[in-house]
């Protein structure tokens, strides 16, 4: 093999950007899906075009709940793309790796294009014709891309010299019948342009990003440019100088148009689902420890820090040490996708509003759009309704989680004992009233909360501190007792003195953390009147 | 080396090992089997799909035998089911439609065997009731639905052969993206007519008729809103829908999740040959809250739910539907149609401080099931929510006992012959609602339901997320056009109906 060299540091670069870059994009993957390890989930993944590809990519991605693990089988597969067109493709395919919105089925996908064209045009028996048969296959296993195969079998058959000039029209035309036929006979409710774009290479289905159809169109202009002179009956586009320096410079055109994409890097996005990923895996000092360099400027930003200062039990004391985006900065509304709502159902989670979180974990899991269920939030569903004592349903979602590899353990755990110390928790921690939720009134229903149980010291916490955010001054000078007689500080939290100078000294005090916060807020408020 | 006889014999030898025979040394017991779903003593009707169910989880095998009362019999060995399902009676479709037809008006008589641990036990046998009364129709329409909270997940309205296990999207979020889409509703079971409407940005009205499909825009400034809960008038040109806010609020305490509301709502008539949108005074209240419309068999009265204006979420235990009917006069090609001049109050839900809900008259003019709750003009959220029927003709009512439980049952809908209902219950789980059949007695009494059947029901049910919602009966396959749905949602041009203040 050439350039062995350049596949190890290809294989060495690609790990470093998935386990030391970005962390995050593995853990994002892993949490939108629960590969689950049944028959019953092979035949269902092997329903849609594309089929193989996505069971293949998920197996792949469930390793993603071991950090290193995942970034190695990742790097793997990248690293065999690269094998099987070239480095520089590999490196290309790292557009595609870098927005999460794309599945690992796409460059799965793109693998068996090409070891399925390479390995039917190695094997003297199996000629053109047999793609009649091949081809319809190969477009169920691993959808549209297998349009890749096909341009790569007829460059091979040029290549060869067995190519004649009607074959490619031929073959498209069949392509184009075989998909519309597929698609009106097996999966009708599907638009169209997915039946050629793809059902499962994004997720959101409906989307279809210009990298699904560059990144295959440079493959195939790479193996044009690299065909080597062969005679043919017919005229070959090799022979003509022209013909190849047109292919390099389509093959760098669409190089740069993949390159290009990458002029949207979301570097703050990135940094937010790096703090999911810590809160998840409840790494809380290395969440503030990243804030205090830099802090994203958005909610969720703000909830996963207050969410880890909480957990520290710093979060009296140096909560407007960090950027607070509104009264939104601990809990947020009820959002419809599968991400903003994470730092809130945590932090429900964590202070105990059972049925809060259970909501917001329900509707995050229902915002994956590709209809895959999450491990990460199915085992929270489970808890949260053991905790209700809905005992029925949680074990539905338990026997999912119990047919996966990295969550089974705790499922069955959880089916055996029917408790475990968050349920525990929970059911400790829980409102022992009943009301509705009022999002406007989510100060007064943490101070419930607390009042349920006074040793919920997070709840006293995001309490005073919701009172803060909102400027309810004169209910967080009459609740500040609660924090000095249960809150169990040595001194009052420097935050809270901070607060206290501020207001008492009408905002004017030098030096307050607390007083920008109410002159950014009023700002923000008067701005916004008409 | 006969290389044949070397593959045969191990062959032969798993096959035989496959074929159980009747258990000879069962030790006997005075239980009923411990099966799932419960079919014991169920009426079904003859042409229904194979009652399959499962064996005890921990059993290691089961036997069935199926003993027709007018003669027929079938044995079925236990299938081996992954997990933890417990084996199950795959039941022969074939074999099983000729032992329920043999048997019409007569019992089947059922012998379950179970294998624990090498030994078998014979279970208590107990029969299944053959209606002799037909179910005529092709199969079930509904939809399927995550029960969760703001997000409606992916949805879908799908059709069930009920004459076997075959299930076909009618439409899915697939076809309409990000789109949430309320349920099918026919001309009573006869899919030539039907009209759903979907939600959200590009959301309209679905209406075909004769296969001709239309998407309108209901949604006038009289109405306030676009046409949902819907009911087709007997002569197949009306449809009453009621144009409602709907809203949710969440508890936080253990007991309950949410409470589901209609915020406003409003009765209107659309005249699918004009495009009017027939517009009542007495329905256009803003103090009051009319909803669930449904026709009279005869077409001649609207019976539908009515509760006073309440501030919610403040006051959303006050809600309490009462169910009314008002003369409905469809006129010809010469006149406009007319309502009534007054409202008759068939059951009172302030007096008798309940919620009476989802009126169904029965096809044939003779009863009228709805669904009372303790307060809500949304039962399906509610724990107490059961089924009761009244007798049109004397207007007494009474409970189903044998379809009610401690959890919610509600949405139900009758059979094109008026003498089988399905309805939705979450007796099983609390939370996920399943279909149950049942049939109607002369006197009014509902017989033991039975869970809709599947092939190994209790893998299939444990492994479903979805609920079912809003099931209706249909006569024939449904036939929409996906491609043309479609490329009309999509286009985003919806016909435009006109208000019309009919008094």
């Known amino acids: ?530 | 080396m006969n290389y044949k006889k070397l593959l045969i014999g191990p062959c032969l030898m798993a096959a035989l090992a496959g074929c159980h025979h009747r258990p000879t040394d069962a030790a006997l017991t005075d239980a009923l089997p411990p099966i799932y779903p419960d079919y014991t003593d169920v009426t079904i009707p003859a042409d229904i799909a194979p009652l399959d169910f499962n064996g005890a989880p921990e059993a290691e095998d089961l036997y069935v035998v199926i003993q027709g009362e007018k003669g027929g019999r079938l044995e079925v060995s236990g299938s081996p089911s992954r997990e933890d399902s417990g084996p199950w009676a795959d039941i022969d479709i074939e074999d099983w439609h000729r032992l329920t037809a043999q048997n019409v008006g007569a019992d089947l008589t059922v012998t379950a065997y179970m294998r624990y641990q090498g030994r078998w036990t014979q279970y208590r046998s107990f029969p299944i009731h053959v209606s002799s009364q037909p179910l005529e129709d092709y199969g079930l329409t509904y939809r399927l639905i995550p029960p969760g909270y703001e997000v409606g997940g992916y949805i879908g309205i799908y059709q069930r052969d009920l004459h076997s296990f075959r299930q076909d999207p009618i439409l899915t979020i697939d076809a309409v993206p990000q789109h949430c889409m309320n349920c099918h509703t026919a001309l009573r079971a006869d899919p030539s007519h039907f009209t759903s409407h979907i939600r959200g940005e590009k959301g309209g009205t679905l209406v075909q008729i004769d296969g001709h499909q239309r998407w309108l825009n209901t949604r006038t400034p009289e109405s306030g809103s676009a046409g949902s809960y819907a009911d087709w008038h007997p002569g197949g040109r009306y449809i009453a829908y009621s144009a409602n806010v709907a809203g949710q609020h969440f508890f936080v305490g253990p007991y309950k999740p949410i409470e589901v509301y209609h915020r406003t709502s409003h009765l209107v008539v659309l005249d699918t040959q004009t495009d009017e949108l027939l517009l009542d005074s007495l329905l256009m209240q803003p103090e009051v809250l009319p909803i669930f419309p449904a026709f009279s068999a005869k077409g001649n009265t609207l019976y539908y739910s009515v509760s006073r204006y309440c501030e919610m979420p403040l006051e959303y235990e006050k809600v309490k539907c009462s169910i009314v009917g008002m003369a409905f006069d469809a006129g010809d090609d010469t006149r406009r149609p007319r309502f009534g001049e007054q409202v008759d109050t068939l059951l009172n839900g302030e007096r008798d401080d309940c919620s009476y809900v989802l009126v169904r008259p029965s096809y044939d003019g003779r009863w009228l099931m709805y669904t009372r709750c303790c307060r809500s003009n949304f039962p399906i959220a509610q724990r107490d929510a059961d089924l009761w029927m009244m007798d049109l003709q004397t207007r007494r009512t009474w409970p189903l006992e044998a379809v009610n439980s401690s959890e919610t049952e509600s949405f139900h809908n009758w059979s094109s012959n008026s003498h089988w209902f399905v309805y939705a219950s979450k007796v099983e789980d609390t939370m996920y609602t399943r279909l149950y059949l049942s049939s109607i007695t002369d006197e009014g009494q509902a017989t033991k339901p039975f869970l809709l059947p599947q092939k190994n029901p209790r893998k299939f049910y444990h492994a479903l997320f979805d609920a079912y919602n809003v099931p209706d009966f249909t006569r024939q396959p449904v036939e929409l056009d996906i491609n043309e749905a479609r490329k009309k949602f999509e286009s985003g041009e919806r016909e435009v109906v006109k208000a019309v203040w009919v008094k």
């Open chain 1, 1 to 530: 093999m050439k350039n062995k060299g350049m596949y190890l540091l290809y294989g060495l670069l690609t790990f470093g950007l998935l386990y030391f870059w970005h962390p995050e994009i593995v853990n994002y993957h892993e949490q939108n899906q629960l590969f689950l390890w049944t028959a019953d989930y092979f035949t269902n993944s092997l329903a849609l075009p594309g089929g193989l590809a996505d069971w293949l990519s998920e197996g792949m991605v469930q390793f993603g709940y071991v950090p290193w693990l995942g970034a190695l089988v990742l790097s793997l597969l990248f690293t065999l793309l690269a094998l099987a067109t070239n480095v520089w493709i590999g490196v290309l395919f790292w557009v595609a790796l870098l927005d999460v919105y794309n599945l690992i089925s796409f460059p799965v996908a793109c693998l068996l294009a090409v070891a399925a064209a390479r390995a039917a045009s190695d094997i003297r028996w199996i000629p053109l014709s047999a793609d009649l048969l091949l081809w319809p296959a190969l477009y169920w296993l691993i959808g549209p891309m297998a349009v890749l195969y096909a341009s790569l079998r007829m460059i091979r058959q040029y290549q060869a010299g067995t190519l004649r000039a009607w074959h490619p029209l031929l073959y498209l035309i069949y392509i184009l019948a075989i998909v519309l036929i597929l698609h009106r006979m097996f999966f009708p409710q599907w638009p169209l342009a997915s039946a050629f774009l793809g059902l499962n290479y994004c997720r959101a289905p409906m989307l279809h990003p210009s990298c699904h159809w560059l990144l295959p169109l440079t493959v195939m202009l790479a193996a044009l440019v690299r065909l080597p002179r062969k005679e043919s009956r017919w005229a070959t586009l090799k022979e003509s100088s022209l013909a190849s320096r047109l292919f390099l410079i389509a093959s760098a055109v669409t190089s740069l148009g993949v390159l290009w994409s990458l002029k949207d890097y979301p570097a703050e996005s990135y940094e937010v689902l790096r703090q999911d990923m810590l809160v998840r895996q409840e790494r809380w000092d290395e969440v503030i420890a990243r804030a205090e360099k830099h802090q994203p400027q958005i909610n969720m930003s703000s909830e996963y820090v207050n969410l880890a200062l909480g957990m520290k039990g710093q979060l009296a004391a140096r909560m407007f040490q960090f950027y607070q985006s509104g009264p939104d900065a601990l809990i947020m509304r009820s959002m419809s996708d599968n991400m903003s709502n994470m730092a809130s159902a945590e932090a429900f989670y964590r202070l105990g509003m059972v049925n809060s979180a259970l909501r917001y974990y329900s509707d995050l899991q229902e915002s994956i759009i590709n209809r895959r269920k999450s491990g990460r939030l199915e085992r929270r569903i489970a808890v949260c309704q053991l905790a209700n004592g809905r005992t029925a349903v949680a074990r539905k979602h338990l026997d999912l989680l119990r047919h996966s590899l990295f969550y089974r353990a705790e499922a069955e755990e959880l089916i055996q004992n029917g408790t475990n110390a968050d349920v525990q928790r929970l059911q400790r921690l829980r409102y022992r009233t009943d009301m509705l939720y009022d999002y406007p009134e989510i100060d007064k229903m943490l101070g419930l909360l607390f009042v349920n149980n006074p040793e919920n010291r997070l709840a006293l916490e995001y309490f005073l501190g919701q009172l803060l955010l909102k400027g309810d001054v004169q209910n967080f000078m009459a609740h500040l007792s609660w924090a000095q007689q249960y809150g169990g500080y040595a001194a009052m939290p420097a935050g809270y003195q901070d607060a206290l100078r501020t207001i008492q000294s009408h905002g004017q005090a030098a030096g307050t953390l607390y007083g920008p916060y109410v002159k950014k807020m009023l700002s923000a408020n008067s701005s916004q009147k008409p």
